[in-house]
């Protein structure tokens, strides 16, 4: 869990503490030292003298969160460097790493701070985005949290994604949604003339052809569905076939669900995870906490 001191930050903290006690987990609370505090430990240490500069953004988190904690194993950590930079390597054997939408910085009309949207890209574990307007229930790891939001695409979303979702939905005994999203054939009354032929633009799909789209979504949805169903017997799953971009129907399903699930994935010869457009108009403007889970890297040969 990184913190800044921030009120975003404690928002994201509370969400922590509700998901560190639901997975059974140690919490770690980790805030990154502002550089001039950085650098004058330094110029003390570079003097021989062993540095002591309290972490006053730590001290005042610890007297916040000791009637929270209750029984939870709760750790401090300064941390020096910067902030992406420091954060990415403490996360390197977290299970989860929990950030505010935004931090002290910045400009305060942004939803998403660059910080955290750097780590959601980046981390090497999921990273759950908690916004500043979440509302209490969205912070509370139990059934009063509401359904979790999966976005599944077929072709892309890694089995990482889904078995995220299937597990938090089965932790906290709510309903996981299933939203796939298909691509709605162009209207001919758009087309102005005939598309060039290096384009390779298929011709418009005829109306009548759209419900066969419907139902072979759903049939794809389904089969891909089909071994978390089995593993996950218990968790109730609401399948949902939606037309267009998924990104619309998962913000506004998340004014009253409690996670949004969403994936981050290698794109075809680009070294790096990236978030994809449905993942990041999902984290500038869902209305609950946002879960990007990065797909396993493939394995080198």
């Not at 972490?55 to 000791?66: A, K, S």
Request: hydrophobic share 45%.
């Amino acid at each position: 869990m990184a913190v800044d001191g921030s009120e975003h930050s404690h928002r994201a903290l509370e969400w922590a503490l509700s998901a560190a006690r639901g997975l059974g987990a140690p919490l770690l609370v980790a805030h990154v030292r502002p550089e001039a505090l950085q650098l004058g430990a330094a110029r003390i240490e570079s003097l021989g003298e062993a540095p002591a500069i309290p972490d006053t953004v730590l001290d005042g988190i610890r007297g916040w969160i000791q009637d929270r904690a209750e029984d939870l194993p709760v750790r401090y950590e300064s941390l020096d460097g910067s902030v992406t930079d420091a954060l990415l390597g403490a996360a390197g054997t977290a299970r989860l790493l929990a950030v505010g939408s935004r931090g002290r910085g910045g400009f305060t009309s942004l939803l998403l701070g660059s910080t955290s949207r750097a780590l959601a890209n980046a981390a090497p574990c999921p990273v759950v985005v908690v916004p500043h307007e979440a509302r209490a229930g969205s912070l509370e790891s139990d059934a009063a949290a509401g359904r979790v939001l999966v976005g599944l695409h077929v072709e892309e979303t890694s089995d990482d994604v889904l078995a995220f979702a299937f597990e938090d939905a089965r932790r906290r005994g709510v309903t996981l949604e299933v939203v796939t999203a298909y691509r709605l054939p162009p209207s001919p009354v758009m087309l102005v003339g005939p598309p060039a032929p290096a384009l390779q633009v298929p011709p418009p799909m005829p109306v009548d052809e759209v419900p066969e789209l419907v139902r072979e979504t759903a049939r794809r949805q389904e089969g891909r569905l089909a071994p978390f169903v089995a593993r996950y017997p218990d968790v109730e799953v609401s399948p949902t076939v939606v037309p267009a971009d998924a990104a619309g129907r998962l913000v506004d399903g998340s004014r009253d669900a409690g996670l949004v699930v969403v994936g981050r994935h290698h794109r075809l010869r680009v070294e790096s995870l990236l978030l994809g457009s449905v993942a990041h108009a999902v984290l500038h403007h869902a209305h609950c906490p946002v879960a990007v889970v990065p797909a396993a890297r493939p394995a080198s040969h």
